[in-house]
Structure formats: structure tokens, C-alpha cells
């Protein structure tokens, strides 16, 4: 195929061109959902390709496969963004996690909602445990799993020092002082209890109250002796 001028608004098998983006490549329009944002080439369309991801997704079980770590274990329900799917998180092993089949395929979603949140370290949390480290020196295991036979599910804490049986939890402002983290803030002091293991949590919002933080740690610390 030689080169094309710019054939926006023209439509090709079926299929309209709606802007170009560059060379061979256009925005077009589908013809099953009329999205006008789906990126495709010209030589796409002309050897069949008449659909957006979206489209093609709705129509192809993913049933069975697993895809980017996640095992898609059944089919839940579908509507005008494409088919959903129960699936396993990888990092929790929950299977009532329900995810759309394009961001599996994608590569847009790794773990459930759940995990991504609990899972946020901040930057300053991190320097935090870092320099925690040389206070106490001793390491500090980062996301530390604890399993829950309650929920059957795995719960990460921020560190765990290994020598002193000590859990670590870095509490920031932008989660802590949601509704949902306080009440997983509150499962996971119950499970650490259970678990018998000490909990220190230490509040640090940004790098500038890492001072304070350590202060709190280290009192803290100490009455856990």
C-alpha cells in the first residue's frame, strides 16, 4: 500500500475514519458500539478488522485463561463496556473480585481495588521505614503478609520487624482519614492481635513530618519492649 493523504471522513469497509493521528493510523468509529475513539490502522480495517477492543471482548469468553497474572475463574455479567469476569487477585487470592475483560487484557489492572489501596506505601513512608532501619538497626520487611481465616484473604502491613514479632503500619492522611481504610485499619488491628503480633502505627503525611514520625516511633517502640 502506498502512501495515503488524509482520509478522515471517509469510510472504509464499513468503517468511518474519524481524525488522523499519523501515518497509517486514524480514530474511527465503531460500527457495534459507535465509540469514536477507538486508534486502528487502515490496514487493519482492510484485512477484517471491523471492531473496537471493547467490541471484540464482549463476544470472546475469557473463561478459564489466565492473563497477565490474573486467573479469570467465570463469566459475571456484561453491559455496554464489555464483558466482566470473577476473577483471583493475584496478591490476596480473593475470588469476588470482578474486573472487565479489556483491562485484563490491557494490562490496565494487576490486583483488586482492595490491595492497590492497602498496598500504597507512600514516598514518604518509605524513607520513613528506611530510615527506621538505621534507628533500630535491624531490617524491615516491607509488605508483610498476614492470612485472615475469617476472610481467607491475605493482609499486607507496611513492616515488620522480624526480631521483635513488630508490625508496622506508616498511616497517611490521603487514605487513613477515608471511611473504608479506617474500617480496614480496624480489621487489621484485630488480626495482628489475633495473630500475636505487636502493631505500632506512627502518622506520616508527607516528608516534612518524618522528624515527628520518628519521635513517635521510637516511643512507641520502646513501651513495646
Not at 120 to 134: F, K
Amino acid at each position: 500500500m502506498g502512501k495515503r493523504s488524509d482520509l478522515s471522513g471517509q469510510v472504509i469497509k464499513d468503517v468511518r475514519l474519524v481524525s488522523k493521528i499519523f501515518a497509517d493510523r486514524y480514530f474511527a468509529e465503531c460500527p457495534t458500539c459507535h465509540r469514536l475513539d477507538w486508534r486502528t490502522k487502515i490496514c487493519n480495517i482492510e484485512r477484517g478488522d471491523r471492531q473496537c477492543d471493547s467490541c471484540r471482548l464482549k463476544a470472546k469468553d475469557l473463561t478459564g485463561r489466565t492473563i497477565n497474572n490474573i486467573q479469570i475463574l467465570q463469566f459475571a455479567y456484561s453491559n455496554q463496556q464489555g464483558r466482566h469476569y470473577f476473577c483471583k487477585c493475584p496478591r490476596c487470592g480473593r475470588t469476588d473480585w470482578i474486573v472487565r475483560g479489556a483491562q485484563i487484557v490491557n494490562g490496565h489492572i494487576t490486583k483488586c481495588l482492595h490491595c492497590a489501596k492497602e498496598a500504597t506505601t507512600s514516598d514518604s513512608g518509605a524513607q520513613l521505614l528506611n530510615l527506621l532501619e538505621d534507628i533500630i538497626r535491624q531490617s524491615i520487611v516491607r509488605e508483610y503478609p498476614v492470612f485472615d481465616a475469617n476472610t481467607n484473604r491475605m493482609y499486607h502491613y507496611d513492616g515488620f520487624v522480624k526480631d521483635r514479632n513488630m508490625l508496622i503500619e506508616v498511616d497517611g492522611k490521603f487514605w487513613h482519614d477515608q471511611e473504608f481504610m479506617k474500617k480496614l485499619d480496624t480489621l487489621k488491628n484485630n488480626l495482628a492481635e489475633k495473630a500475636n503480633l505487636n502493631l505500632i502505627r506512627i502518622r506520616c503525611d508527607d516528608v516534612k513530618m518524618i522528624p515527628a514520625a520518628i519521635n513517635e516511633f521510637k516511643i512507641k517502640y520502646q513501651m513495646a519492649q
